[in-house]
């Protein structure tokens, strides 16, 4: 298994994936709007105590088949559902389209409770899809800007694999889980081990650098106690393989599993942890099934640890959240330039 091209969902054809970002001004919050080529199969698996989606139920198999146009990822909380509508609208033709989505709760984290996306916000995720050249940026960008894991900052980050006979499977996930996504006991994010090969520059940090960044965490939470913030990991997991409707729920579950390889716990109460699966079915698939949902899940780990390693600390009205670069400077290293994809 190797990662693809841009080691990200875009390495699925015909996906195209488009952030819009809102910082400053009260605001620490974003949206990302993910294209689906038509017909495509798709599915949702949800976990935890609690969800905030939209159009969820169009894509039980258990009822009428209807193929998403475009899936929405956004902070705003509920608030933030309102940004589908701006893609509905934009895409608006003879048929009415199909705009899943799903919400994280980032509300207030820049200052302003009213600071939320709003339809406006996801016409121009939507057209930053639309324009995309395929890269896709990580980090506190799209529905990442104002994602927290645990006590530091989470953000956005997608990983892909290829499999023998030209199948993909690619994730993309907006990190703001409850648990956390490091070890306390090496400082190294839990699921790096699952990388391809120079895809995580980590060395372990040392001891000193563990206790002070556990330290730093347990003040961060100290300090907030009376506002714990609700969470959520929502996200995209697709491949180009020919799936069922079925097979599709199959590959969302099998992403879900993904998530506590590389948060613990995972799919708490607080947590409404949503992902939605595509199948472009471009490809017949050569894999079977239990590969091809394996690849799922270690993609998922993946597109976390990326998350979580691109974030950018941010300093808020009500405190400073640190990430990971900044908690553990000795764990991380600069990738070297030259590797390809083809060296990860």
């Known amino acids: 298994m190797t ?54 139920a169009a894509l039980d198999p258990r009822y009428s088949v209807r193929h998403p146009d475009a899936i929405v990822l956004t902070g705003g909380s509920s608030y933030g559902l309102s940004t589908a509508h701006g893609v509905l609208d934009a895409l608006e033709s003879e048929v009415e389209p199909l705009v899943p989505a799903a919400a994280l709760f980032d509300l207030g984290r820049g200052g302003d409770f009213h600071a939320h996306p709003g339809p406006a916000v996801g016409v121009e995720a939507l057209t930053a899809a639309l324009t995309s ?14 994602a927290i894991t645990a006590e530091m900052k989470g953000g956005l980050g997608t990983a892909s694999v290829v499999l023998p006979g030209g199948i993909v499977v690619a ?15 090496d400082g190294l994010p839990y699921g790096h081990a699952l990388g391809e090969r120079r895809e995580f520059p980590l060395t372990p940090p040392d001891a000193d650098e563990v206790l002070a ?53 995972s799919h708490c109460l607080g947590d409404g942890d949503t992902i939605f699966s595509v199948a472009t ?8 099934l239990d590969t091809l949902l394996a690849a799922a899940t270690a993609a998922t780990a993946r597109a976390v640890v990326h998350g979580v390693l691109a974030a950018e600390s941010v300093t808020t009205p009500w405190g400073h959240i640190a990430a990971y670069r900044e908690l553990y400077p000795g764990a991380h290293q600069v990738p070297n330039p030259r590797d390809t994809p083809e060296d990860r």
């Not at 080691?7 to 400053?24: E, F, K, Q, S």
């Not at 106690?225 to 929502?234: D, G, Q, S």
């Not at 079915?281 to 079977?288: G, I, L, M």
């Open 281 to 288: 079915s471009a490809v017949p698939s050569t894999t079977d």
């Open 213 to 265: 960044g556990r330290a730093r965490l347990e003040e961060t939470a100290r300090s907030r106690t009376t506002r714990k913030p609700l969470n959520t990991v929502i996200g995209v997991i697709a491949t180009n393989a020919v799936l069922t409707h079925a097979e599709a729920f199959r590959l969302a579950g099998a992403a879900q599993d993904g998530l506590p390889l590389a948060i613990q716990p």
């Open 133 to 146: 050249d395929g890269h896709v940026a990580q980090g506190n960008v799209g529905a990442g800007t104002g």
């Open 3 to 56: 990662a693809g091209t841009f080691n990200a969902l875009t390495d699925v054809p015909g996906i195209r994936v488009g952030h819009a970002t809102r910082i400053g001004e009260g605001a620490l919050t974003g949206t990302t709007c993910v294209l689906v080529p038509p017909g495509s199969v798709c599915a949702v698996d949800g976990r935890g105590g609690a969800p905030s989606t939209r159009e969820t």
């Open 171 to 185: 994730a993309l996930v907006a990190m703001n889980a409850h648990g956390s996504a490091v070890d306390p006991r």
